[in-house]
């Protein structure tokens, strides 16, 4: 499971990224390109992931299992993948509802980035604290264990800001984007998933100095 769970990071870290690109296509026909918007989205996408650091770490200390860890990633990637379908409704419906309104464009995208990304990119940052509880062996290895989820994310990250830029946005367009970044999470998270049902890891009882991860 060890070898999943770090495939997964990478893959959260790669549509972590592609999903803040493709979103701001879906809403430039909208809100427009401004930097103003970039602006709501990145700062908002920050928030979220920092919601998620907290929460998945908290989540892990609590229920620090391998089945979990690969379900919240299946979710997000499901909702993800439905984005698209979405968008348009939720979209039209934001950008009606503040007409009129002072900053009205401004408040429109915190409304839509809001419903349409919140819930995946908490989860997506739920994922490296998750992912250290489980895979810290020791105490004494913490640092290691950080520096390699945390290494992999932003390797991931790196690739999910250079292909759907140059390979999925401008060949396969923008829903297909979302949809090929959830669908590979819900892929990695139903198998790996499936997997920890089935063969259950059993972890001998801990020595003194170590963190157990059923």
Request: net charge positive; proline share 7%.
């Amino acid at each position: 499971m060890r070898f999943a769970i770090l495939a997964m990071i990478v893959c959260c870290g790669a549509c972590s990224l592609a999903v803040e690109l493709a979103a701001s296509q879906v809403l430039a026909p909208y809100f427009g390109d401004s930097i103003n918007v970039w602006g709501v989205l990145i700062g908002m996408v920050l928030l979220y992931l920092s919601i998620g650091y907290v929460l998945g770490g908290r989540i892990a200390d609590r229920h620090p299992r391998f089945w979990l860890f690969f379900l919240l990633q299946a979710l997000a990637g499901a909702w993800v993948a439905l984005t698209p379908a979405v968008a348009g409704p939720v979209l039209a419906t934001s950008l009606h509802a503040f007409q009129g309104v002072a900053g009205g464009a401004v408040v429109s995208t915190f409304a839509a980035v809001i419903l349409l990304f919140a819930v995946p990119t908490v989860l997506f940052g739920c994922a490296p604290p998750f992912a250290i509880r489980l895979l810290l062996p020791r105490v004494e290895a913490g640092g290691r264990t950080a520096g390699r989820v945390y290494a992999l994310s932003t390797a991931g990250s790196i690739l999910g800001a250079l292909v759907p830029v140059f390979v999925t946005i401008p060949y396969l367009g923008t829903a297909q984007t979302f949809a090929g970044a959830g669908l590979l999470l819900v892929l990695l998270g139903v198998g790996a998933l499936a997997i920890s049902i089935l063969r259950p890891r059993r972890a001998p009882a801990p020595e003194r100095g170590t963190v157990r991860a059923p």
